[in-house]
């Protein structure tokens, strides 16, 4: 026996109905703060803020968490003599997300150094269902809304799809009982309470090192493994942000994200990685500060992640990177 046509026509506006019913449930807790995207909507905040106050051009340091944890600013701006924020954000948010961020912390005059981890070269808004986690979805829905809102609605209702059910229907209960962030009874390097004035993460060090973490004992860069192509978003992303950058007089230079160095490196592969960034940055006028060889350090240098240098080792690295900018920049040291 065949389904009646009536029930055929039903279907899809079964659906149609089903997803508008969906995205006003998302609509209804759409800006309602979370805990778990707060230490993200801080650390910007405290960041946008510090380089809000300096009037003189300064030098900032944009990239993901590599960034947040690998490079100390208090210790470029004391050997360099200028000021220096650092801007380094989360990687889970996309490249595009720290870009946007990092226009709103930057200044005619002023000089930015980008240093994105290598997977942020392909986290771009195109491509988000390939890459896009719950850091991503939650702070978009709810510390990012004037952005979520103006995209195209195709985007929006990705976006939301993309974000689990518990995540929607806690951000409901949210908006009459709002979630309590508890204050932390030890050391939790993700709390903004250890971020300084300059930007940087603090109280990462040797003492409190974690004495097994999976990303920091197992995790492989699969870039350097498997290479990137030149057609990923990210390098689009980046593309763009310069045309602002000198359209707004500011300075673009680009350096490479500290991270473990494992025998898999050890291919002609990460080799062609670096030849193909520094080919790129080339193309687009931006100055290569140093080397991917000289910040793959070991792994007894690392806190938690592949990505995150000890405070100790952020300290050496910071040191050594800033005797790289002094000549290249024009700084005079204090």
């Given amino acids: 026996m065949g389904c009646p046509k009536t029930f055929l026509c039903a279907i899809p506006f079964g659906l149609a109905a089903g997803l508008l019913i969906f995205m006003s449930l998302v609509r209804l807790q759409l800006g309602v703060p979370t805990s778990s995207s707060a230490w993200i909507k801080e650390i910007i905040d405290r960041k946008e803020k510090a380089a809000g106050v300096i009037v003189q051009p300064k030098l900032v340091l944009l990239g993901g968490s590599s960034t947040l944890f690998g490079i100390k600013a208090s ?48 986290f771009g808004e195109k491509n988000r269902r390939e890459w896009a986690a719950i850091t991503y979805l939650d702070f978009m829905l709810s510390r990012d809304i004037d952005y979520y809102s103006a995209l195209p609605i195709d985007d929006q209702i990705e976006i939301a799809l993309m974000t689990p059910l518990d995540r929607i229907l ?143 080792a952020s300290i050496t690295r910071s040191m050594k990177l800033a005797f790289q900018l002094r000549p290249l920049i024009g700084f005079v040291r204090r």
């Fill in 170 to 312: 806690s951000g409901i209960r949210g908006k009459w009982s709002p979630e309590q962030i508890m204050p932390a009874f030890e050391y939790n390097p993700y709390d903004s309470l250890w971020l300084d004035d300059h930007g940087d993460m603090t109280g990462h060090r040797v003492a409190l090192r974690p004495a097994v973490s999976v990303d920091r004992d197992q995790r492989v860069c699969e870039v350097l493994v498997k290479g990137i192509s030149p057609d990923a978003e990210g390098f689009e992303l980046i593309s763009e942000f310069k045309r602002w950058a000198k359209a707004n007089r500011v300075r673009v230079m680009a350096g490479f994200p500290n991270m473990i160095h494992r025998k898999e490196y050890d291919s002609g592969m990460a080799d062609n990685v670096e030849s193909k960034l520094k080919q790129y940055f080339l193309k687009e006028e931006i100055h290569v500060v140093g080397g991917m060889r000289e910040v793959l350090l070991p792994q007894v240098d690392f806190f938690d992640t592949i990505y995150h240098p000890t405070e100790e």
């Fill in 75 to 122: 210790v470029l701006e004391s050997e360099l003599g200028v000021p220096v924020i650092n801007c380094g954000l989360h990687a889970g948010l996309g490249m595009a997300c720290i870009l946007r961020e990092g226009k709103k912390m930057l200044r005619p005059g002023d000089t930015v150094m980008l240093i994105p981890e290598y997977e942020l070269l392909s």
